[in-house]
């Protein structure tokens, strides 16, 4: 264990908090709820570490919570799955899957029954109406006038300010924090995830421009690849119980702008 006075954790940590503490405020969650689910997230650490079966006591000891709260928060029910993650499964299996793709390779039109027979090829364990009203609300499908039903975008991507856009947030960064933290934390000689990202500074605007639609077309491309070959490999039986996870992120920050003589400098 490091020294907690000497732990450059601590300075870490301020950093890593930042931009989550700018999504409390502007979401408006107040100081006791974001203290309960640090709370709560400190308890499943605990649990997680110590095992199911540690006493109330030894995880109030390892947290500093209070063992009043630790047995409250040890028996609180989990949250309940919401459908986000079977929309953007459909969305994807009709993008890519094989069968739903018209000559050209662009995404048919569907008719209802068609479109519950892709989501069940997906093993979603969600109602098809609630998968395909999440998906309409959202603008990633349209329905026609005739019935049928056209997949507008090709991924699902959620609104800003929606529940669905919350559920992603969580979704995309709780794996890439969870890799990073395994590789923190791990033993040595435990083998580490791939969690690599590119960074450069003294870049003008149009050299981000360039990178970016480089970058969003290449981590597109990789996607796609990489979905289509996670398809193939799906047991279908539903007997294997493994996760993958792979994403990415770009991330293009201007920098102020530069004065000029005429600015007085």
């Known amino acids: 264990m490091t020294d907690a006075a000497d732990d450059p954790f601590d300075r870490a940590l301020a950093a890593l908090l930042a931009p ?3 999504a409390i405020l502007a979401r408006g969650l107040p100081l006791p709820a974001v203290t309960e689910a640090l709370k709560s997230a400190l308890v499943a650490a605990a649990l ?6 540690a006493s109330d006591s030894r995880v109030s000891l390892r947290t500093g919570i209070h063992r009043k709260d630790v047995k409250r928060l040890r028996t609180a029910e989990a949250p309940k799955p919401t459908s986000l993650g079977a929309a953007a499964m459909a969305a994807s299996h009709w993008a890519v899957g094989p069968g739903w793709q018209d000559a050209s390779g662009a995404p048919r039109v569907l008719s209802r029954a068609e479109f519950d027979a892709m989501l069940r090829e997906t093993r979603a364990d969600m109602a098809p109406g609630t998968v395909l009203a999440l998906l309409e609300e959202q603008g990633t499908v349209e329905a026609l006038e005739g019935g049928g039903l056209r997949l507008a975008a090709r991924a699902l991507v959620p609104k800003a300010g929606t529940p669905e856009q919350v559920a992603a947030y969580a979704a995309t960064l709780a794996p890439h924090l969870a890799a990073a933290t395994h590789n923190l934390t791990a033993p040595p000689g435990t083998p580490r995830h791939y969690d690599r990202a590119l960074r450069y500074s003294h870049l003008s605007a149009a050299a981000l421009a360039e990178l970016e639609a480089l970058a969003r077309a290449r981590a597109q491309a990789a996607l ?4 289509s070959r996670a398809r193939a490999l ?3 039986e539903g007997a294997a119980r493994g996760h993958f996870v ?3 992120y770009i991330l293009p920050r201007p ?4 004065r000029t003589e005429e600015d007085g400098t």
Not at 255 to 258: N, Q
């Open 224 to 227: 796609e690849d990489l979905d």
């Open 48 to 53: 997680r570490a110590d095992g199911e079966t």
């Open 255 to 258: 920098g102020p702008e530069e």
């Open 234 to 236: 799906q047991d279908r």
């Open 20 to 22: 989550l503490a700018e």
């Open 246 to 248: 792979f994403g990415a």
